[in-house]
């Protein structure tokens, strides 16, 4: 059986139909999956969070360069 990808997503966010590769890979799916938001709206989704959340961005970070946990450090 062969599965035939669409070239085209719509994003789930802006509403913007663009093409699959403006969308970033969600590896917890299947191998051809794709998330449901395109890459600009990934990215200021995740700048949003990080400065809403600047403490978890520091532990994600120390723990992510130097492998340590926030008590470590």
């Known amino acids: 059986m062969i599965k035939i990808v669409a070239e085209q997503k719509k994003c789930k966010v802006c509403g913007e139909t663009k093409p699959r590769t403006s969308f ?13 938001e395109c890459k600009p709206c990934s990215n200021k989704k ?3 969070y990080n400065k809403a959340h600047p ?6 970070n120390i723990k992510f360069l130097y492998g340590l946990s926030k008590e470590e450090y």
């Open 24 to 36: 970033y890979r969600n590896s917890r799916k299947k191998p051809n999956a794709v998330r449901p």
């Open 46 to 48: 995740t700048i949003a």
């Open 55 to 60: 403490e978890m961005v520091h532990v994600r």
